[in-house]
């Protein structure tokens, strides 16, 4: 459900607007999900709205709860019976995130990856990509969680700007006054680097928070990492996080998955300081280390007392650093550690001590 799907039960079914009005404040204030509920609307037409026109254009797969139900994390089915995934997150009392997808899988294979191992089956369109915002303020509501959802990060399976249009058109909407009227720096998108597009964004959306999955402080790793990097290499993404900064005078996240013995040395830790501190607002930059979330590549995590070498010798050198706290188990990690190997299975599920709870 969105602005444009309000416009067309408008439409079709000769609603005059203060019924649409009355949609737009079920969903979106009071977060009624299911038509039958809306009780200031006619018996008959609750029920052919119903049968007709779904809410949403997801419907729930499965979805599982942390131990300590501070992490959600739903399988979501689209009408195409493909499978996307998106996680609420509590990481702070009385703060509920959530992070969506922006496609089915991803075309830009990072070796560390699960959801890169997938492929891209496609795009979401805007109103799949708000609906799992949607889900989420449905779900707080039915589980009766004390909070609202106040944060949304484009960090599930995809590269946002790998689908540029549908990511944008979805932030307008979920900023629309009308409907979601979220706060543009209660969003954030987390990009990969695809240049061209960061500076777009820039553009367009000064307000909304910028994330770069970085990884590597060199432009020979990273390429090994990401191959996102040979097209555009670290010159041009940091000449856009640059930009970004001089424009916005806005934080960028810097996120960087730690790997065993790959980049996680303190030799490396200096590199990668050296190459923030050429930005010149560096004090803008926030490192986020994020332990890596075993999936089936070859890649090993860091383990804790290394991870926490590298964020002091990173601090040291005058950055902001800290290591994203686990919930559940990391499910937050970056840009795509979100994978479906099969209907009902997730490399994320197999080793976290989530459990299913419908
Ligand atoms: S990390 Fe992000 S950009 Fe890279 S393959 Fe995964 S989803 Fe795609």
């Known amino acids: 459900m ?21 949609l737009k404040e079920a969903f979106f204030h009071k977060h009624i999900s299911e038509y039958t509920n809306i009780t200031t609307f006619p018996k008959e037409l609750r029920g052919r709205l119903q049968e007709e026109v779904p809410v949403l254009t997801t419907s729930l797969y499965k979805i599982y709860a942390s131990q300590e139900k501070n992490a959600y994390k739903a399988l979501l089915q689209l009408k195409d019976k493909r499978l996307v995934e998106t996680v609420l997150l509590n990481p702070k009392p009385g703060l509920w995130s959530c992070c ?21 089956a496609r795009n979401l369109s805007s109103e799949e990509i708000t609906d799992q915002v949607l889900f989420w303020q449905f779900f707080i509501k039915e589980e009766k969680i004390p909070a609202r959802l106040s944060n949304v990060v484009y960090m599930g399976m995809g590269e946002p700007f790998h689908n540029k249009k549908e990511v944008f058109k979805s932030l307008r909407e979920l900023m629309n006054p009308e409907t979601f009227h979220l706060g543009a720096r209660h969003l954030s998108v987390s ?28 432009n020979e790793l990273r390429v090994k990492l990401m191959p996102i990097n040979k097209p555009y290499p ?9 930009h970004y900064i001089e424009a916005t005078n806005r934080k960028v996240f810097i996120e960087y998955i ?40 070859e890649h090993i995590e860091t383990p804790k007392e290394k991870a926490r070498k590298f964020k002091n010798r990173l601090q ?6 800290t290591i994203r706290k686990n919930l559940g188990r990391d499910i937050d990690g970056a840009c795509g550690q979100l994978a479906l190997k099969e209907p009902g299975r997730t490399t994320y599920f ?9």
């Open 2 to 22: 969105d602005s444009e799907k309000i416009k067309y039960l408008q439409e079709n079914y000769n609603l005059p607007s203060y019924r649409c009005q009355q």
């Open 316 to 321: 040291e050198k005058g950055l902001s650093a």
């Open 100 to 120: 969506i997808s922006s496609q089915v899988g991803c075309v830009l294979g990072c070796t560390f990856c699960a959801t890169g191992t997938m492929g891209l």
């Open 258 to 297: 730690m790997l065993k013995e790959e980049n996680d040395s303190l030799v490396l830790a200096d590199q990668l300081a050296d190459l923030l501190k050429k930005v010149s607002k560096s004090h803008l930059l926030h490192v986020n280390l994020i332990v890596y979330n075993q999936t089936d590549s």
């Open 234 to 242: 670290l010159e041009k993404l940091m000449a856009a996080i640059e």
């Open 191 to 218: 990009t990969s680097g695809l240049v061209p597009a960061i500076y777009e964004f820039t553009e367009q959306f000064p307000q909304v928070n910028l994330a770069i999955s970085l990884h590597a402080p060199n």
């Open 350 to 358: 197999q080793s976290t001590n989530f459990v299913e709870v419908i």
